[in-house]
C-alpha cells in the first residue's frame, strides 16, 4: 500500500464523547492514528445538552455536534430525511472522500450512510455489538441493518464471532466483512513497577453492574470464592441499577472488609485500579470483543472471563482461564487461576500484548 | 507463538510468499486459526473467510414439527369456549326480550350448579373432602348476590340502550380475545399454573358484561337470575371443561362436538344470519387456522449460535 493519497474521513456516530464507552473511545483513538497518519478526520455525532456546535479536539480534530436532540438510549429521532441536509452540507464544506459509520443502534449513523450512498461517497460500516435475532426489537433493527448495508463498500466487525453475527443479521457477503480488532493503548496500560505482596489475591472487577455484563453471576460467585479462599480480596469498580444487589450480598455474608466497591472509576484511574490486583474477572453475558481484558492483560493480570460471544478469541490460552456462565463453573475457574497464578509475571504480559501489532 | 514462527517464515521464504498470497497455500503458510490477537495473519487477508464460518450455528433446534390432526384438536377448546359464549348471549337476549322469564331462569341456574358439581366430582377426587366448604361458599355468593341486586337495576337507568349494547360487546370480544384457553383462571387447589395478567382482565371484562346486561332487567329477581347464570358460567365454565379435559380426552371431543351442536341450532333458531356468521368463526377456528400455521410454520428460522447471550438459570 504505497498510495500516500490523503482521505478525508467523517466518522458518525450517535455516541461520542462526553458520552463514555467502548464505541467513543473506539472512534477517538481511531481518528487520532488516522490525523498521525496525516488524513483529515471529522466527526460527527448529536449535541450532548448545551454542547452543540463545532468543536476542535486534539490533533486538529473537527467534531460537529448537530444541534439535535436524543431520543432514546442517546439515539437521535430517526427521521428519514431530516439529517439530509446538515449530512449535505458537511460532506460538501469539508470535501470528504470517505464516510465512516460506528455501531448498529445508531440511528444518526443509519442516516448518513444512506444520505452519503445517494450522494455517491464511499461508506464504511463498523459493527461493534452482537445481536440476537429472536426479540421485537432485534427483529426491527436487523431488517433496518439490511437496508443499510445492502450498499455499502466494505463493512468491518471486532471479532470473527461478530463477524458471523453480522453476515447473519445483514446478509452481506463474507467478503465484504473485514474483522479488525480492537487495540488497547499499551502505552497508557503498564503494569506496576513492583510485584505485590504475595500472601493476599486481589481479584478486580471493574465494569457496568447491569444484567448485560453478568452482575447476577458476581453476587452468587463472589461469597462462594470468599468462602473456599481465606486470603482472597475482591474490588469491584463500576455502577450501575445493580450496584444495589451486590451491596445487599456483602451485607448478607459480611464481607465488608474483603469486597471493597469503589462506585464508578473514571478512565483515567482505570490503570490504578486494575495493577492493585492479580486477577482480573469478566462475568459478562455477552461482547462482541472485550476491550476491558485487553486492558488488564496490558496491565499483567491474569483473566478469567465468561466464554461468550468474541471473548475465547481475544487472548491465546494461557492468559485467560475461561468458563460457563455458571457460577459453580466460574469458581472452578478462579480455582485453576489462583493456582498458575505464580507462573505469571505481569512484565512479560504486557509485553506479548503490546507485541500485538 | 505464533507470531514469531510466521517472523521466521517470512524471512526464509520472502518471494514464495509475495507471489503464492493467493494460490492453493502452500505448506510454509501456518494454518488460519480463528483468533483476534496477534495482527493479521501472514498469507490471509483481513476478510478471508474460512471453510469454518458459520460452522457453530445451529438452525431450528426448537421448533416443533406440527401434525394437522392435532393442531385440529388443540384448537377445539377455543370453539369450545365461543360456543360457551354464544349460549350465554343467547340466554341474556331471550331474557331481554322477555321471552324467558324469572322462574325458568332460575331452575337453569340451579340446574348448571349442580351438573358443574357432578362433573367436578366425578372428574377429580380432591374435591369431594371439603363438599361442606364449597357448600358455605357457594351459599355466602348466592346471598350476596340477592342482597346486591337491587343496585344492579338503577345503576344504568341513565344511560341509553345503544351504549349499553355497544359496550357489552366489545367487552365480550375482549374477554374473548385475552381468555387464556389452556387452562382455567380459578383453578383447582393444587393447580401448577398461576393466572397471568391477561386471563385476570378477560375474567374482569366478562363480569362487567354480564352487569351491564343485568341492569337492564326489569325486576330484582330477573336480575338476580341473570347475574347468577353469567357468573356462573363464566366463573366456573373453564374449570369444568378444564377437568373434563384433564380427565378424558375423548369425552372432551364428544362433549365439544355436542355442544357445537346444540349451540348452532339454538342460533339457528334465534336469527339465521348470526347463525352463518357463527358456523364461518367455528369452521375458521377449526379448520382454516391450523393449515394456515402449518402452511407458514415452513418459513420458521431459527438461529442460535456463539454469539447469544448467555441465559442464566439461577434461583
Given at each position: 500500500m504505497g498510495d500516500q493519497e490523503i482521505h478525508r474521513v467523517l466518522m458518525v456516530s450517535d455516541f461520542f464523547y462526553p458520552n463514555f464507552g467502548g464505541v467513543e473511545n473506539h472512534i477517538y483513538y481511531l481518528s487520532q492514528c488516522l490525523l498521525k497518519l496525516g488524513h483529515k478526520v471529522v466527526v460527527m455525532t448529536h449535541a450532548y445538552g448545551n454542547r452543540s456546535?463545532?468543536?476542535y479536539m486534539t490533533g486538529g480534530l473537527k467534531v460537529y455536534y448537530v444541534p439535535w436532540r436524543p431520543f432514546f438510549l442517546q439515539n437521535t429521532l430517526p427521521t428519514f430525511y431530516g439529517t439530509l441536509s446538515i449530512v449535505r452540507t458537511i460532506l460538501i464544506r469539508e470535501r470528504i472522500s470517505l464516510v465512516h459509520g460506528h455501531q448498529a443502534f445508531s440511528t444518526l449513523c443509519h442516516e448518513a450512510l444512506m444520505h452519503a450512498r445517494t450522494m455517491g461517497y464511499k461508506v464504511v460500516f463498523t459493527d461493534h455489538s452482537l445481536y440476537g435475532f429472536a426479540d421485537v426489537g432485534s427483529i426491527h433493527m436487523n431488517k433496518v441493518l439490511q437496508f443499510t448495508l445492502a450498499d455499502v463498500s466494505q463493512a468491518i466487525c471486532v471479532s470473527h464471532t461478530s463477524k458471523e453475527n453480522t453476515v447473519l443479521r445483514s446478509g452481506l457477503p463474507p467478503e465484504k466483512v473485514f474483522v479488525i480488532p480492537n487495540a488497547v493503548d499499551t502505552a497508557m496500560f503498564k503494569p506496576a513497577s513492583e510485584r505485590l505482596n504475595g500472601n493476599e489475591i486481589v481479584i478486580v472487577v471493574i465494569s457496568r453492574l447491569v444484567y448485560r455484563k453478568g452482575a447476577d453471576l458476581l453476587v452468587e460467585v463472589i461469597p462462594e470464592v470468599c468462602r473456599l479462599y481465606p486470603n482472597v480480596r475482591f474490588i469491584v469498580g463500576g455502577d450501575g441499577p445493580k450496584r444495589v444487589r451486590l451491596e445487599e450480598m456483602r451485607e448478607k455474608h459480611s464481607l465488608q472488609d474483603r469486597v471493597e466497591m469503589l462506585g464508578a472509576v473514571p478512565h483515567a484511574r482505570v490503570r490504578s485500579v486494575l495493577i492493585s490486583g492479580h486477577i482480573f474477572l469478566n462475568s459478562s453475558l455477552t461482547e462482541a470483543f472485550c476491550i476491558a481484558i485487553l486492558e488488564a492483560a496490558s496491565c499483567g493480570l491474569l483473566t478469567v472471563s465468561t466464554r461468550v460471544g468474541g471473548v475465547p478469541e481475544v487472548l491465546p490460552d494461557d492468559m485467560i482461564v475461561l468458563a460457563e456462565p455458571d457460577p459453580s463453573d466460574m469458581v472452578q475457574a478462579i480455582r485453576k487461576a489462583i493456582s498458575i497464578l505464580p507462573n505469571i509475571d505481569p512484565q512479560v504480559m504486557h509485553f506479548r500484548v503490546s507485541a500485538f501489532p | 507463538m505464533n507470531f514469531a514462527i510466521a517472523d521466521n517464515l517470512q524471512t526464509s521464504s520472502g518471494i514464495v510468499m509475495d507471489t503464492s498470497i493467493n494460490e492453493i497455500p502452500s505448506i510454509s503458510r501456518p494454518k488460519w486459526r480463528k483468533v483476534a490477537y496477534g495482527g493479521m495473519q501472514p498469507g490471509f487477508d483481513d476478510n478471508n473467510t474460512h471453510d469454518s464460518f458459520l460452522e457453530d450455528m445451529v438452525m431450528n433446534t426448537n421448533v416443533v414439527k406440527r401434525d394437522m390432526v392435532k393442531v385440529m384438536q388443540d384448537s377445539v377448546p377455543i370453539s369450545q369456549y365461543l360456543c360457551i359464549v354464544a349460549l350465554v348471549v343467547l340466554v341474556w337476549s331471550y331474557t331481554l326480550r322477555t321471552t324467558l322469564n324469572e322462574n325458568s331462569l332460575l331452575i337453569i341456574d340451579v340446574g348448571l350448579l349442580g351438573s358443574g358439581f357432578l362433573v367436578l366430582l366425578l372428574t377429580e377426587e380432591m374435591l369431594s373432602l371439603n363438599l361442606l366448604h364449597y357448600f358455605l361458599n357457594i351459599s355466602f355468593f348466592t346471598s350476596g348476590l340477592y342482597v346486591l341486586s337491587p343496585i344492579y337495576q338503577t345503576l344504568t337507568r341513565s344511560i341509553?340502550?345503544?351504549?349499553?349494547?355497544?359496550?357489552?360487546?366489545?367487552?365480550?370480544?375482549?374477554?374473548?380475545?385475552?381468555?387464556?384457553?389452556?387452562?382455567?383462571?380459578?383453578?383447582?387447589?393444587?393447580?401448577?399454573?398461576?393466572?397471568?395478567?391477561?386471563?385476570?382482565?378477560?375474567?374482569?371484562?366478562?363480569?362487567?358484561?354480564?352487569?351491564?346486561?343485568?341492569?337492564?332487567?326489569?325486576?330484582?329477581?330477573?336480575?338476580?337470575?341473570?347475574?347468577?347464570?353469567?357468573?356462573?358460567?363464566?366463573?366456573?365454565?373453564?374449570?369444568?371443561?378444564?377437568?373434563?379435559?384433564?380427565?378424558?380426552?375423548?369425552?372432551?371431543?364428544?362433549?365439544?362436538?355436542?355442544?357445537?351442536?346444540?349451540?348452532?341450532?339454538?342460533?339457528?333458531?334465534?336469527?339465521?344470519?348470526?347463525?352463518?356468521?357463527?358456523?364461518?368463526?367455528?369452521?375458521?377456528?377449526?379448520?382454516?387456522?391450523?393449515?394456515?400455521?402449518?402452511?407458514?410454520?415452513?418459513?420458521?428460522?431459527?438461529?442460535?449460535?456463539?454469539?447469544?447471550?448467555?441465559?442464566?438459570?439461577?434461583?
Amino acid at each position: 500500500m504505497g498510495d500516500q493519497e490523503i482521505h478525508r474521513v467523517l466518522m458518525v456516530s450517535d455516541f461520542f464523547y462526553p458520552n463514555f464507552g467502548g464505541v467513543e473511545n473506539h472512534i477517538y483513538y481511531l481518528s487520532q492514528c488516522l490525523l498521525k497518519l496525516g488524513h483529515k478526520v471529522v466527526v460527527m455525532t448529536h449535541a450532548y445538552g448545551n454542547r452543540s456546535g463545532v468543536r476542535y479536539m486534539t490533533g486538529g480534530l473537527k467534531v460537529y455536534y448537530v444541534p439535535w436532540r436524543p431520543f432514546f438510549l442517546q439515539n437521535t429521532l430517526p427521521t428519514f430525511y431530516g439529517t439530509l441536509s446538515i449530512v449535505r452540507t458537511i460532506l460538501i464544506r469539508e470535501r470528504i472522500s470517505l464516510v465512516h459509520g460506528h455501531q448498529a443502534f445508531s440511528t444518526l449513523c443509519h442516516e448518513a450512510l444512506m444520505h452519503a450512498r445517494t450522494m455517491g461517497y464511499k461508506v464504511v460500516f463498523t459493527d461493534h455489538s452482537l445481536y440476537g435475532f429472536a426479540d421485537v426489537g432485534s427483529i426491527h433493527m436487523n431488517k433496518v441493518l439490511q437496508f443499510t448495508l445492502a450498499d455499502v463498500s466494505q463493512a468491518i466487525c471486532v471479532s470473527h464471532t461478530s463477524k458471523e453475527n453480522t453476515v447473519l443479521r445483514s446478509g452481506l457477503p463474507p467478503e465484504k466483512v473485514f474483522v479488525i480488532p480492537n487495540a488497547v493503548d499499551t502505552a497508557m496500560f503498564k503494569p506496576a513497577s513492583e510485584r505485590l505482596n504475595g500472601n493476599e489475591i486481589v481479584i478486580v472487577v471493574i465494569s457496568r453492574l447491569v444484567y448485560r455484563k453478568g452482575a447476577d453471576l458476581l453476587v452468587e460467585v463472589i461469597p462462594e470464592v470468599c468462602r473456599l479462599y481465606p486470603n482472597v480480596r475482591f474490588i469491584v469498580g463500576g455502577d450501575g441499577p445493580k450496584r444495589v444487589r451486590l451491596e445487599e450480598m456483602r451485607e448478607k455474608h459480611s464481607l465488608q472488609d474483603r469486597v471493597e466497591m469503589l462506585g464508578a472509576v473514571p478512565h483515567a484511574r482505570v490503570r490504578s485500579v486494575l495493577i492493585s490486583g492479580h486477577i482480573f474477572l469478566n462475568s459478562s453475558l455477552t461482547e462482541a470483543f472485550c476491550i476491558a481484558i485487553l486492558e488488564a492483560a496490558s496491565c499483567g493480570l491474569l483473566t478469567v472471563s465468561t466464554r461468550v460471544g468474541g471473548v475465547p478469541e481475544v487472548l491465546p490460552d494461557d492468559m485467560i482461564v475461561l468458563a460457563e456462565p455458571d457460577p459453580s463453573d466460574m469458581v472452578q475457574a478462579i480455582r485453576k487461576a489462583i493456582s498458575i497464578l505464580p507462573n505469571i509475571d505481569p512484565q512479560v504480559m504486557h509485553f506479548r500484548v503490546s507485541a500485538f501489532p | 507463538m505464533n507470531f514469531a514462527i510466521a517472523d521466521n517464515l517470512q524471512t526464509s521464504s520472502g518471494i514464495v510468499m509475495d507471489t503464492s498470497i493467493n494460490e492453493i497455500p502452500s505448506i510454509s503458510r501456518p494454518k488460519w486459526r480463528k483468533v483476534a490477537y496477534g495482527g493479521m495473519q501472514p498469507g490471509f487477508d483481513d476478510n478471508n473467510t474460512h471453510d469454518s464460518f458459520l460452522e457453530d450455528m445451529v438452525m431450528n433446534t426448537n421448533v416443533v414439527k406440527r401434525d394437522m390432526v392435532k393442531v385440529m384438536q388443540d384448537s377445539v377448546p377455543i370453539s369450545q369456549y365461543l360456543c360457551i359464549v354464544a349460549l350465554v348471549v343467547l340466554v341474556w337476549s331471550y331474557t331481554l326480550r322477555t321471552t324467558l322469564n324469572e322462574n325458568s331462569l332460575l331452575i337453569i341456574d340451579v340446574g348448571l350448579l349442580g351438573s358443574g358439581f357432578l362433573v367436578l366430582l366425578l372428574t377429580e377426587e380432591m374435591l369431594s373432602l371439603n363438599l361442606l366448604h364449597y357448600f358455605l361458599n357457594i351459599s355466602f355468593f348466592t346471598s350476596g348476590l340477592y342482597v346486591l341486586s337491587p343496585i344492579y337495576q338503577t345503576l344504568t337507568r341513565s344511560i341509553s340502550s345503544d351504549s349499553i349494547w355497544a359496550v357489552t360487546v366489545s367487552l365480550l370480544v375482549l374477554h374473548l380475545f385475552l381468555h387464556d384457553y389452556s387452562g382455567s383462571t380459578i383453578s383447582a387447589p393444587g393447580a401448577l399454573k398461576n393466572p397471568t395478567l391477561t386471563s385476570c382482565i378477560s375474567l374482569n371484562a366478562s363480569v362487567v358484561a354480564s352487569v351491564f346486561i343485568a341492569s337492564r332487567l326489569p325486576s330484582r329477581v330477573h336480575i338476580f337470575a341473570i347475574l347468577l347464570f353469567s357468573l356462573q358460567v363464566f366463573l366456573f365454565a373453564p374449570l369444568v371443561t378444564y377437568c373434563i379435559k384433564k380427565y378424558s380426552f375423548r369425552l372432551h371431543l364428544w362433549f365439544s362436538f355436542g355442544l357445537m351442536v346444540v349451540t348452532l341450532a339454538f342460533v339457528c333458531m334465534l336469527h339465521k344470519l348470526i347463525f352463518v356468521v357463527l358456523l364461518g368463526l367455528l369452521v375458521f377456528v377449526t379448520v382454516v387456522c391450523p393449515y394456515w400455521l402449518i402452511r407458514i410454520q415452513e418459513y420458521k428460522f431459527e438461529i442460535n449460535g456463539p454469539w447469544d447471550e448467555a441465559k442464566l438459570v439461577l434461583i
